[in-house]
């Protein structure tokens, strides 16, 4: 069955750093992948997803995604944080056998220390 | 464009006490869903809607029922309320089945059953 993984309760991180989430999924056939962050008490908002194409994914808020097909991953990626993008951060791939439905990963949060 | 949006934002419940939550999305959306979040378990889906008229059991649908009378509106009712009902719930919406799954989610609905 497919799934996807986020190995990391929380990421924390000094503004300016860069940063990474890791997301690793597992499919039979072709991803369809996707981000989405959730600031508090708000719903989740797409960031950016993987369909095919090249593997370094752009998104909103200078977001980006890097598909790796050997290592099965899609991490999320931005050169410097910002103290505004402390979320919670979910990666999600698009089920194989009813594509309709994502499949969500527990999530993220991120801190980005000022 | 108010996109996806759920009433009401807070409930408290006490245990066999019974409620409704509507989703209304204003997008012509085929596609609806209803999500709950607990801590450490992600996003679950509870049930789903591919049209109007039409509903489906997710991943978690025991204790809840769903309606899909008119297409703009995705009704989940809870029979029963237990404590373990307690959540976060999200709805969010999407176009069809020829897209690629981007979700629109609404801002969520806070229970507590007591």
């Known amino acids: 069955a497919q799934s996807v993984a986020q190995p990391e309760d929380q990421v924390n991180v000094a503004e300016g750093n860069p940063l990474t989430v890791k997301c690793t999924y597992s499919v039979s056939g072709n991803p369809y992948l996707f981000w989405y962050v959730q600031y508090p008490n708000r719903g989740l908002q797409f960031l950016l997803k993987y369909i095919t194409g090249d593997n370094l994914v752009k998104g909103s808020y200078g977001f980006e995604a890097e598909f790796n097909k050997s290592q099965t991953s899609f991490h999320l990626k931005k050169p410097s944080a910002l103290v505004s993008d402390s979320a919670l951060y979910f990666c999600a791939v698009r089920d194989e056998g009813a594509t309709n439905k994502l499949i969500f990963g527990t999530g993220t949060l991120l801190a980005v220390q000022p | 464009n108010a996109g996806v949006t759920q009433t009401p934002k807070f409930r408290v419940l006490k245990t066999g006490q019974s409620m409704t939550l509507l989703c209304a999305q204003d997008?012509?959306?085929?596609?609806m869903y209803w999500y709950r979040q607990d801590p450490g378990m992600g996003l679950r889906l509870i049930h789903y809607s591919v049209g109007e008229g039409t509903t489906a059991k997710g991943e978690v649908p025991d204790g809840y029922n769903v309606s899909r009378l008119k297409k703009q509106n995705f009704l989940l009712g809870l029979e029963s309320a237990a404590p373990s009902q307690t959540s976060v719930y999200f709805c969010?919406?999407?176009?069809?089945?020829?897209?690629?799954?981007?979700?629109?989610f609404g801002e969520g609905s806070r229970l507590t059953v007591l």
């Open positions: 997008m012509n959306h085929e596609y």
């Open positions: 969010a919406s999407r176009m069809t089945s020829g897209d690629t799954g981007e979700l629109f």
